[in-house]
């Protein structure tokens, strides 16, 4: 079956160090990709999105993610987190089907930074 | 631009009630979809919209929940009668295109009481 699955639900960095976010897929063909980031009570904002050419794909926030076809993997990074980062993150894959095509969210990922 | 709009922001019910959210998408976005959000899940797809027509609604607990999208455009999701596990936080988003990157609205939560 389709998937999409991160496997840490909870991270803990400290301020000013690096940050990976893990993004793993399961789809036959190669999908849209996209990261989304939500804070307490908010609704979800588009970090990135990655649809084809260039695997490093550049977003907001500082942030940017690496597709690896070979790992079916989306990682999110971002080399020197700060504190406003704290929040869930969400990765998303758009799944393509005869009628079209929707997006299906992975189960998050919850990012804790300490001073 | 405007983003998606949601109404209300907040809505408490008692169990067996019914319940109706409303959404703006973005204008010009043909594809809206509704989601449910658990706390501590992630998003989950209940219907997806192509203009005014329904494309996916294979998570939509059709025995309760009814979701329209008049003319295209703005677009209620209602719920009756309300289960205590309907409890959660309900998403609206639109899209340019089907599997094209997805606007948010704040979202309703729901609590079921």
């Known amino acids: 079956a389709q998937s999409v699955t991160q496997p840490d639900i909870h991270i803990t960095v400290s301020e000013g160090a690096s940050l990976e976010l893990r993004c793993n897929y399961s789809?036959?063909?190669?999908?849209?990709l996209f990261w989304y980031v939500q804070s307490p009570g908010q609704g979800l904002q588009l970090l990135l999105k990655y649809f084809s050419g260039d695997t490093l794909v550049q977003g907001i926030k500082g942030f940017e993610a690496e597709f690896k076809r070979s790992q079916s993997s989306f990682n999110l990074r971002k080399p020197s987190v700060h504190w406003s980062d704290a929040a869930e993150y969400f990765c998303?894959?758009?799944?393509?089907?005869?009628?079209?095509?929707?997006?299906?969210f992975g189960q998050g990922t919850e990012l804790s930074v300490k001073p | 631009e405007a983003g998606v709009a949601q109404s209300p922001r907040y809505k408490i019910i008692e169990k067996r009630q019914s319940v109706a959210f409303w959404c703006n998408p973005i204008?010009?976005?043909?594809?809206l979809y509704w989601y449910q959000q658990i706390l501590g899940q992630g998003p989950k797809l209940l219907i997806q919209f192509q203009n005014n027509g329904v494309v996916d609604d294979s998570q939509l607990p059709k025995d309760r929940f009814s979701a329209e999208r008049l003319k295209g455009v703005d677009s209620t999701l209602k719920i009756q009668p309300a289960k205590l596990e309907d409890s959660a936080v309900y998403l609206c988003a639109s899209s340019p295109g089907a599997g094209m990157e997805a606007f948010f609205g704040q979202g309703t939560r729901l609590t079921v009481v």
């Open positions: 998303a894959v758009a799944l393509f089907y005869n009628q079209g095509g929707k997006l299906i």
């Open positions: 204008s010009g976005h043909a594809t």
């Open positions: 789809y036959g063909a190669t999908p849209y």
